[in-house]
């Protein structure tokens, strides 16, 4: 599975977009990349994943760039209780479920 | 429907003692992993099973050992405790369907040795 590299901190203000970025130099053509938030030491929550398309739900779009080297998880409009550390995960599209977690970026939304 | 269950919420074990965890994968779901989580190492994969077989295991000893049932439910043991196995046990569960087969985690059960 590929690596993925993500600051270890950020700070939002509260109300503005928050933009997370993860490197993932080495992916392959067939590994997805997921998005998860883990708060307060609870299980990590699912946010959003894609391959190569920029995608968007409820919670957060994500920004694939075209060589699939890196992306970023933006929240739109941060609140408060979007602080959380949040983990990028590349893992190929089929076969076994074994995610490899990074240090993650622990995001702080300021009041 | 209901997300993954997992009990005990909190357990404290002493060294040398055994201990059994339990997660109840979401309805439907056959695929249930579990990870470790300490400050020191993060999260780490331990094991995964599908429709009662391990398809994959992390590096661990074998200490750590588990097991799945034909309702999907599976159960990790740790045998001979030691001080280094405190950590938040997380269980996650995918249907899986297809290629983009999301994981959900539980709320994990939080291993106190002492």
Redesign the interface.
Known sequence: DAKTTQPPSMDCAEGRAANLPCNHSTISG?E?V?W?RQIH??????II?GLKNNETNEMASLIITEDRKSSTLILPHATLRDTAVY?CIVRF??G?????????TRLKVLA | KAGVTQTPRYLIKTRGQQVTLSCSPISGHRSVSWYQQTPGQGLQFLFEYFSETQRNKGNFPGRFSGRQFSNSRSEMNVSTLELGDSALYLCASSLPTGHTDTQYFGPGTRLTVL
């Open positions: 067939n997805y997921y998860y030491s609870q299980g990590p929550q699912y994943h983990y599209t089929s076994t479920y074994k995610y490899i977690f990074g240090t993650g």
